[in-house]
């Protein structure tokens, strides 16, 4: 994974523009950060674990992407969030024995990367953690690419690190 600077809460934010939760608040993007930041909480995502951490933009390559991210969706037969690496799930979807919870939009996300394969999936959103990274935003995007063997040779990503705490 390559550095590539330090980024704000917002520029994290925004990342969630098309979110598809954040979508189905509103389909008009706020001007202002505040604003940003009270729509994707109101979409239910982690706003306030972005606002405790400090954020790192990286390149990641794909075969450290799909050994060391991990997505949030739990391995089957578990309901353990970030439980398997990414090519695992990957391969799992592939072979028939797991269905991602948003598979239909999954499937037409592939479909559309098959006739148009993306230069990047990014950025992407996840947390650093002890030899992986736990992926918070990109699940649908990562996948579809994965079905149809699209992934980029390179991708970007917002890193979330703890800092310490001050005295």
């Known amino acids: 994974m390559q550095f590539v600077g ?9 990342a969630f523009r098309g979110d598809h939760h954040v979508l189905m608040v509103t389909q008009q993007w706020p001007d202002t950060p505040f604003l940003r930041t009270v729509l994707v909480r109101l979409a239910r995502r982690p706003v306030e674990q972005f606002l405790q951490l400090a954020w790192k933009l990286c390149l990641i390559d ?5 050994s ?4 949030v969706w739990p391995k ?4 353990q ?7 695992d799930m990957i391969a799992a979807v592939k072979a028939g024995s797991y269905s991602p919870p948003d598979a239909k939009r999954v499937q037409a996300l592939a479909n559309n990367m098959k006739a148009n ?19 918070e935003d990109g699940h649908n995007r ?15 990503m917002y890193v979330g690190v703890s800092t310490p705490a001050s005295p």
Do not use: C, H
Request: aromatic share 8%.
């Open 6 to 14: 330090f980024v704000s809460v917002d520029q994290v934010i925004q």
């Open 62 to 66: 794909r075969d450290e992407l799909l």
């Open 68 to 71: 060391t991210v991990y997505p």
């Open 76 to 79: 089957q037969g578990t309901d």
């Open 81 to 87: 969030n970030y439980s398997w690496p990414l090519k």
């Open 117 to 135: 394969p993306p230069k990047d999936l990014g950025p992407l959103v996840g947390y650093q953690d002890p030899g992986k990274i736990l992926l």
């Open 142 to 156: 990562l996948t579809a690419a994965g079905m149809v063997d699209v992934i980029p040779m390179t991708v970007t």
